[in-house]
C-alpha cells in the first residue's frame, strides 16, 4: 500500500489515508508518476466538459498562442488547438525590422472556459492593459461527452475591453453569469456583460493578503453551492478564497492550500500556481506547475479532499511532500488521440501545422509554404535582412520534452543565396545553433553561442559568435543535412549546475553524427519566463529571395 496523508489548507494533518498500489505502466495502469507532462505549459487553467478535461496555459510571444491541450485521464495531454490563432496585440507582435520585438510580453496567466449555454470556448487575457476576448464555437462538445472535432476550433476575436483583467479566472455560474477573479496585488472580481464583451460591476479587493504579500493566477469556481478563488503568492503558496454569502463578490475568508510544498522533482521549485478540476466520478483533483528550468515550468498533478466544512486539502506522500506517485484519475481512459505525440516523426504532410508548432512572433505568412500531400515539407524563406536571428522572423518553435531529448531536423538547403543563414537552434535568451552559412558560392556548417538578450528590456545583447568551423558543403551536390540538438533540461533551478546542449550534423543521410563545436551551457534563470525549445530558422543577411526545405523533424528521448 502506498502511504498518503493529506496536507491541510493550514497545518499538516497527521491521519493517514491509505491508497491502494499496483505499479506504474505506461498505459492503463492504475498510478502515474509527477510530471504528468514534461513540456513547458505554465499559468495553467484547467476544467472538464464531460469526459474531456482541457488545458490552457501561457506563450507570451510565441504565435499561435495560448495552447488548449485535451485529456480523458489527467495524466496523458495532447495539443489540440490555440486560442488566439495570431497574436492581434500590436505591430512590435510581428517582430518588425528593427524594434526589438515582444518578447516576453504578450500571453501571460489567461483564462479559458466552455459555456454551456451557446456551446462556445471563451478566452480572456490582459495584453499591454487591455482584456482580448476570442471565442470558438464548440462542435457541440456538450452533446458529445465534451468532445470537439479538429475542424470545429474556428476561433474569432470577439472584443477588446479597456480594463485589464490581470492574470484572470473565468466563472460562468448556474444562471450563465459570467464573472472573473483577477488582479496583482490583491484579488478583485468583475461581471461581465451577457456577451461578455464588457465590464458591468466590479467588485474591488475581495482579498489582500494580511502582511501585504503579492498575490496573482486567479482561478474561480463554484462548488456546492459556494464560490471559491485560487490564488497563488509566487512562487512557492497556493491560497484557497471561500465565499459562502452565496454572493461572488464575497465577502472570502482564506486559507492555505500548499505552502513550499516540497517534490517531486530535485532542484524543482515549489508546486503552485493551478486550478483544480474533478473527475467524472467526483473525485477533485489540483493540477499546478513547478519551476523546472532550463525546461521552463511543468505540470504536476495530485488528489484532493473535502474536509467536512468545505474546504480543499491535497492528499501528500507519508513525508507530507507533493507524491512523485498517485492512484490514476481516470482508469482505462483512452488515448487522446488528435494531434502529433511530442516524439512523433513530423514530416509536414498535412495543410496545416500541428499544434506542437509555434513561432517566435507572428509569421510572415508570404514567406513559408507547407507543402502538404505524399512529399510533404516546409519552405522557409527568408524573412527578414539581419544579422541577429532574434531579430529574424519566422523561427518555428516547439517545446523540448524531458528530462533528456534531442531534436533532429532535416533540410534541404539547395535554395540558399549568398549571405543566408539557416539551422536549428536552441532558442531562449540565451541561445546557440548549428547550421548553414551561405557566403557566396560556398556553404559551411557552423556552429555559433552566445546569442543573448539583454533582461533589461529583451533587446539584443549579443548576435553569437561562431564557436566552431564544420566542412565546407557543396549545396549543387548535397541536396540535404540532419541537424541535431541533444538537450538534457533536467532541472537545475536555484543551483549553479549547469545543463549542456550539444549540437551535430549529419551529411550521409542521417546515418552518422559529428559532433560540432563545444558544449552550451543552458540558463537557469526565470527571467525570461519561458524554457528552452528546438527551432528551425532562415534569415538572410544580404537580400531576401533564398529558401530551405524542412522535410522533417523528429524527437527522441535520450
Request: hydrophobic share 35%; with cysteine.
Amino acid at each position: 500500500m502506498l502511504g498518503l496523508k493529506v496536507l491541510c489548507l493550514s497545518a499538516v494533518v497527521g491521519t493517514a489515508v491509505s491508497v491502494p498500489h499496483a505499479g506504474n505502466l505506461p498505459r492503463q495502469a492504475s498510478t502515474f508518476t509527477n510530471p504528468v507532462l514534461w513540456e513547458d505549459h505554465p499559468d495553467l487553467e484547467v476544467f472538464r466538459v464531460g469526459s474531456v478535461f482541457y488545458y490552457s496555459s501561457s506563450t507570451f510571444a510565441y504565435s499561435p498562442g495560448a495552447p488548449v491541450l485535451k485529456s480523458y485521464d489527467l495524466v496523458h495531454w495532447t495539443p489540440v488547438t490555440h486560442s488566439v490563432p495570431r497574436l492581434n496585440f500590436g505591430s512590435n507582435y510581428d517582430l518588425p525590422s528593427g524594434t526589438p520585438g515582444a518578447y516576453v510580453k504578450g500571453i501571460w496567466a489567461s483564462t479559458l472556459r466552455y459555456r454551456r449555454s451557446n456551446d462556445r470556448f471563451y478566452w480572456y487575457g490582459c495584453v499591454e492593459g487591455r482584456t482580448y476576448l476570442w471565442t470558438s464555437p464548440g462542435g457541440n462538445a456538450l452533446a458529445n461527452n465534451g468532445e470537439v472535432p479538429p475542424s470545429a476550433w474556428n476561433w474569432q476575436h470577439t472584443a477588446t475591453i479597456d480594463n485589464c483583467y490581470y492574470d484572470a479566472g473565468l466563472l460562468i455560474d448556474d444562471d450563465d453569469t459570467m464573472y472573473i477573479a483577477y488582479g496583482n496585488p490583491t484579488i478583485n472580481v468583475a461581471q461581465l456583460s451577457p456577451d461578455g464583451t464588457r465590464q458591468v460591476r466590479v467588485q474591488q479587493r475581495v482579498y489582500a493578503h494580511p502582511q501585504g504579500q503579492t498575490v496573482e493566477g486567479a482561478r474561480m469556481y463554484k462548488i456546492r453551492g459556494n464560490y471559491y478563488i485560487l490564488v497563488t503568492r509566487p512562487a512557492d503558496a497556493e491560497y484557497v478564497l471561500r465565499s459562502t454569502t452565496g454572493s461572488p463578490f464575497g465577502p472570502y475568508e482564506a486559507r492555505t492550500l500548499v505552502s513550499r510544498i516540497q517534490g517531486p522533482l530535485a532542484n524543482a521549485g515549489f508546486a503552485h500556481q493551478g486550478g483544480i478540476v474533478d473527475a467524472p466520478d467526483g473525485t477533485w483533483y489540483y493540477v499546478a506547475f513547478m519551476d523546472a528550468y532550463p525546461g521552463g515550468r511543468i505540470p504536476v498533478v495530485a488528489p484532493l479532499r473535502w474536509t467536512a466544512d468545505g474546504w480543499p486539502e491535497v492528499v501528500t506522500d507519508s513525508q507530507g511532500r507533493w507524491g512523485t506517485s498517485y492512484p490514476i484519475p481516470v482508469r482505462g481512459a483512452k488515448n487522446a488521440t488528435e494531434g502529433l505525440a511530442s516524439t512523433d516523426l513530423d514530416e509536414f504532410r498535412g495543410t496545416r501545422f500541428s499544434e506542437h508548432w509555434e513561432w517566435n512572433h507572428n509569421p510572415d505568412t508570404s514567406k513559408f509554404t507547407l507543402l502538404g500531400g505524399n512529399e510533404g515539407g516546409l519552405i522557409l524563406r527568408t524573412a527578414t535582412v539581419t544579422g541577429d536571428l532574434f531579430a529574424a522572423r519566422n523561427t518555428l518553435t516547439r517545446r523540448i520534452a524531458g528530462p533528456k531529448a534531442s531534436g533532429i531536423f532535416r533540410l534541404d538547403v539547395r535554395g540558399m543565396r549568398d549571405g543566408d543563414r539557416a539551422g536549428a537552434v536552441l532558442f531562449r535568451d540565451r541561445a546557440a545553433y548549428i547550421g548553414v552559412w551561405k557566403q557566396g558560392n560556398e556553404a559551411r556548417i557552423v556552429m555559433v553561442d552566445d546569442l543573448r538578450l539583454n533582461e533589461d528590456g529583451w533587446r539584443t545583447a549579443s548576435t553569437g559568435r561562431v564557436a566552431a568551423n564544420g566542412p565546407v558543403i557543396d549545396t549543387n551536390a548535397q541536396q540535404d543535412i540532419w541537424l541535431r540538438i541533444d538537450a538534457d533540461i533536467t532541472p537545475a533551478f536555484g543551483t549553479n549546475t549547469e545543463r549542456t546542449t550539444t549540437f551535430y550534423y549529419s551529411i550521409d543521410g542521417g546515418r552518422t553524427y559529428t559532433r560540432l563545436g563545444p558544449a552550451f551551457a543552458m540558463t537557469n534563470s526565470w527571467r525570461y519566463f519561458t524554457g528552452y525549445r528546438f527551432g528551425v530558422f532562415n534569415f538572410a543577411t544580404k537580400s531576401l529571395g533564398g529558401e530551405v526545405k524542412v522535410k522533417g523533424f523528429k524527437m527522441n528521448m535520450i
